[in-house]
């Protein structure tokens, strides 16, 4: 079993749509991650949670550390947030990051 | 904007040869990391490298694998024998210290191995 567990494995939507995309994990962590890797590749860090809410634009992550549950929101949604948003934890080690299988997301206009 | 940079992007090479990947991480960060995707897959740890040492790596960093930083600018991964199973992309990432938990990530180099 995938010690970090997304969902939905893939995701289309409307262009405006509200988004959210989850990250359940089975290990203990200090940290989790979301990124977002672009068709060509490129994976970019987008945020860095240990608890609460983040919010960056129409960006929002938010974590429950209790529920070991993390979600990404993406608001008005654009084609140009069509990518593959990954969750990664840090667990047990100071820097090995544990991946999500990650979630395609296509945006429609 | 400094950004970290990888080269070659595309590296093809017969089973059983030496790869070197190399990474240039931006010039103030401290703490170095490489990445494999093996096409389709989620990305998977290798290893970590601060202070000239490796700091952590995975069960897939075995001996086959290493990782040195030779002229405080470039951080490479050596691939000694290559197998077909390490057909891959690898991504280089590194982070400012450690009060920043942001990594910023190479654009990759493809490996094929045939």
């Known amino acids: 079993k995938n010690e970090v567990e997304q969902s939905p494995q893939n995701l289309t939507a409307q262009e405006g749509e509200f988004i959210t995309i989850n990250c359940s994990y089975s290990?203990?962590?200090?940290?989790l991650h979301w990124l977002q890797q672009h068709p060509g590749g490129g994976i970019v860090s987008l945020f860095m949670?240990?608890?609460g809410k983040k919010k960056h634009g129409r960006l929002i992550a938010t974590i429950n550390i209790q529920e070991k549950h993390s979600s990404l929101h993406i608001t008005a949604s654009h084609p140009r947030d069509s990518a593959v948003y990954i969750c990664?934890?840090?667990?047990?080690?100071?820097?090995?990051?544990?991946f999500g299988t990650g979630t395609r997301l296509q945006v429609f206009p | 904007e400094p950004e970290v940079t990888q080269t070659p992007s595309h590296q093809v090479t017969q089973m059983g040869q030496e790869v070197i990947l190399r990474c240039v991480p931006i010039?103030?960060?401290?703490?170095f990391y490489w990445y494999r995707q093996i096409l389709g897959q989620k990305v998977e740890f290798l290893v970590s490298?601060?202070?000239?040492?490796?700091?952590?790596k995975s069960e897939i960093f075995d001996d086959q694998f290493s990782v040195e930083r030779p002229d405080g600018s470039n951080f490479t991964l050596k691939i000694r024998s290559t197998k077909l199973e390490d057909s891959a992309m690898y991504f280089c990432?590194?982070?400012?210290?450690?009060?920043?938990?942001?990594?910023?990530f190479g654009p990759g180099t493809r490996l094929l191995v045939l």
């Open positions: 990432a590194s982070r400012l210290d450690r009060a920043q938990e942001t990594q910023y």
């Open positions: 290990v203990g962590i200090s940290a």
């Open positions: 949670l240990s608890s």
């Open positions: 990664a934890v840090r667990s047990g080690g100071p820097d090995k990051l544990i």
């Open positions: 010039s103030n960060h401290l703490y």
């Open positions: 490298f601060y202070n000239n040492e490796i700091s952590e």
